[in-house]
């Protein structure tokens, strides 16, 4: 188990140190030792619907890790699993190994409470939201910083890794102002990259359907205490159907510096993507082309003593070329859109353990900038746009500083964690806002937990809400940020052989912002709508029929329900974003070995969209179209030996045609086959 750290007791029992040897997790951050026991299955409670990967060995699941005895970081100080009265989906790394995805945006596609509207497959182009948010309302971290997007959030996926450099996902459901600032409104995604100490090199490729090839290079070597990553990778296609070939090129470097007083993790990474955007804002227009490219970097250390302090500064840029002819452009177009975003900032989380619980408070500075020829302020002078012959002529700048406070207490059965956050927007005439929540759990038995929630939050809107303007698109300067309260209620189960949860929510959301238009009209304007209410349930069980029946059985069975109904005032509106929310979404899994080396990882997924969307049908608007709800079925094959894995994965077996996004046309069946290997140098 090369992905974790153990110690060898007298009593021969292994103590769990570290959770992938990353406590920088932003979600799973273990700090003190904790017993494992020897079993079949990981994730209890809170896991998605995504099966137990296959080991080296496919006929054995040689290990649990009880996730009720591991601290956990969905607040501001780490706790243990079972003290905490939230859900948090975890995909780790085998899991993302056997499962038929290639990107992350599409392996998130299979946790049932996130909703991902895909326009460019492989991870071209996604929006994805939590539990009936919007993207825009979703907050994005790569190893615990946040990469969120202010100019849209249709770029908070680029980024400067591949789904090879993936340790595991987080997932944090629901609303956490209170522990990340403004923005997590619905939850909050936490990308962990791998950090091995041994000295490696990884090789990956895999070719298919659509001139589909995928190949990936990465190097893991130590260097006195030091720990070093380095990636390489280049994605790329001729498109499933015109205009909707891309390229994609990463490059990433980390490490970690581990000393007796801490320790210390940089990490820097650069991504560039070109891809046809046939339809991707607007179907009047389908040979729309686009290319970004995304430079992030970021220092943090996290200290050993009392009082735990962790500082952290980042930077992130990203550029973007917005061609709405990608050739033989009409008369009237002049100018491609081009922007460059520049994000700056830094935080101090500090926590201290005393006889009355665990005290956090920190405080965040973030700068959010942009240059533009389309969004923001006219400015004075123009300025050279880098690498084009083109010039930025508008700018606008915002600066957000926020203050954080909590406390947790467990007693007994009981834990309780409160806790605000209180912040100032530049530019903005909010004041001072202060946004409290607080957390509350019971255990009923060892293995049954109730837990109910209370939690607010606010988003502020994007660049492209504020000032967009284009053939069909127009900006609104006088928006104003979207605020919501939610509370929450549910119960965890962890008996073994089952494991589950099902929970309750209800958010009520003020002046949320929605990009809509009367059906008369052919522009889109974003506005705020002045309440919408959103009740919804999810339900997950999960079996473990191998270790129950034997090796015979399935080495897991996973059913995940998400069902969510929004209560809106009556307008005579279309919505393009915020009404056309997943109302139900279901996800089975299942992962069976075939011999000793081979196993097949099963996926089906059901989605019921609501709303409507306008048909784009020979080069003319017509009437609108209610979505309709389709099953997808996806499936991959290992073979597996020690440090060689071939695969072949089929997405969209069933060929099927169906709608994520308005008239955007979604790729059909694509078959991948590849090969991995990984050369040991010690």
Not at 36 to 41: E, R
Not at 190 to 209: P, R
Not at 398 to 405: D, E, I, K
């Amino acid at each position: 188990m090369k992905n974790y750290s153990f110690n060898q007791k007298a009593q021969s029992i292994l103590t769990f140190k570290k959770w992938g040897r990353k406590n920088y997790s932003l979600f799973l951050m273990v700090k003190q030792a904790v017993k494992i026991s020897v079993l079949a299955v990981a994730y209890f409670i809170s896991a998605p619907a995504i099966s137990v990967a296959t080991e080296q060995d496919t006929t054995e699941v040689k290990m649990q890790y009880d996730l009720d005895e591991i601290e956990v970081s969905a607040q501001r100080s780490p706790a243990l699993y079972s003290q905490v009265a939230r859900i948090i989906s975890v995909i780790e790394s085998k899991e993302i190994e056997a499962s038929p995805a290639q990107s992350v945006q599409e392996l998130l596609e299979y946790v049932a409470g996130v909703d991902v509207r895909q326009r460019g497959a492989e991870g071209v182009q996604a929006d994805v939201s939590i539990r009936g948010g919007t993207f825009d309302q979703t907050l994005i971290l790569l190893n615990g910083i946040n990469i969120t997007d202010p100019q849209t959030g249709h770029h908070n996926f680029n980024l400067p890794i591949s789904l090879s450099q993936v340790e595991r996902i987080e997932v944090l459901e629901g609303p956490a102002a209170r522990i990340y600032g403004p923005n997590a409104f619905s939850g909050a995604i936490n990308i962990v990259t791998k950090q091995t100490h041994e000295n490696l090199i990884d090789f990956y490729v895999s070719a298919g359907s659509y001139g589909f090839f995928n190949s990936n290079l990465s190097g893991s070597f130590k260097t006195g205490k030091v720990n070093h990553l380095i990636a390489l990778n280049r994605k790329s296609s001729n498109g499933y159907i015109d205009n909707t070939d891309f390229g994609i090129s990463n490059l990433f470097y980390s490490n970690q510096l581990n000393s007796t007083k801490g320790k210390l993790s940089f990490q820097v990474g650069a991504s560039e993507k070109g891809f046809g955007a046939n339809s991707f804002y607007t179907p009047k227009y389908p040979n729309q082309y686009e290319e970004t490219k995304t430079l992030l970097t970021s220092v943090k250390w996290e200290s050993n003593s009392k009082l735990h302090l962790s500082p952290v500064v980042y930077w992130r840029r990203h550029q973007d070329r917005f061609e709405l002819f990608r050739d033989n452009p009409a008369s009237w177009y002049k100018n491609h859109n081009y922007h460059l975003t520049n994000v700056y900032g830094g935080n101090l989380n500090s926590w201290i353990q005393w006889e009355l619980g665990k005290t956090a408070f920190g405080v965040e500075f973030r700068s959010e900038n942009i240059l533009s020829n389309v969004l923001g302020e006219e400015m004075n002078s123009p300025q050279k746009v880098p690498g084009e012959s083109a010039e930025f002529t508008k700018s606008a700048s915002r600066n957000t500083t926020s203050f954080f406070l909590e406390h947790a207490v467990y007693l007994n059965n009981w834990s309780l964690t409160a806790g605000l956050m209180s912040n100032f927007i530049s530019g903005s005439d909010l004041g001072i806002n202060i946004f409290p929540g607080i957390d509350v759990s019971y255990n009923i038995t060892s293995e049954i937990k109730v837990f109910s929630t209370f939690n607010t939050s606010l988003r502020m809107p994007t660049f492209t809400d504020l000032y967009y303007s284009g053939p069909t698109n127009i900006g609104n300067p006088n928006l104003k940020p979207e605020k919501s309260a939610t509370v929450e209620g549910g119960l965890k189960v962890n008996h073994g052989f089952l494991q589950g949860h099902a929970i309750v929510f209800y958010r009520e959301g003020k002046d949320i912002i929605d990009w809509v238009k009367m059906e008369s009209d052919e522009v889109w304007q974003p506005q705020n709508l002045t309440q919408l209410n959103s009740l919804g349930t999810e339900m997950q069980v999960g079996f473990n029929l191998r270790e129950q029946f034997g090796k015979h059985f399935p080495n897991k069975l996973n059913f995940t329900y998400f069902n969510n109904n929004l209560q809106k005032e009556s307008q005579d509106i279309i919505s393009n974003y915020v009404l056309d929310n997943l109302k139900h979404k279901f996800v089975g899994s299942i992962n069976q070995s075939i011999t000793k080396n081979i196993a097949i990882d099963l996926k089906a997924s059901f989605q019921d969209r609501e709303g409507a969307y306008t048909e784009f049908v020979e080069n003319n608007y017509g009437s609108e179209v209610d979505y309709k709800p389709f099953w997808l079925f996806d499936a991959k094959v290992n073979y597996g030996l020690t440090r060689l894995n071939l695969f072949v994965s089929v997405n969209n077996i069933f060929d099927l045609s169906y709608n994520d996004i308005g008239n955007v046309v979604q790729p059909g069946r694509w078959i991948k086959a590849g090969i991995s290997y990984q050369f040991k140098l010690d």
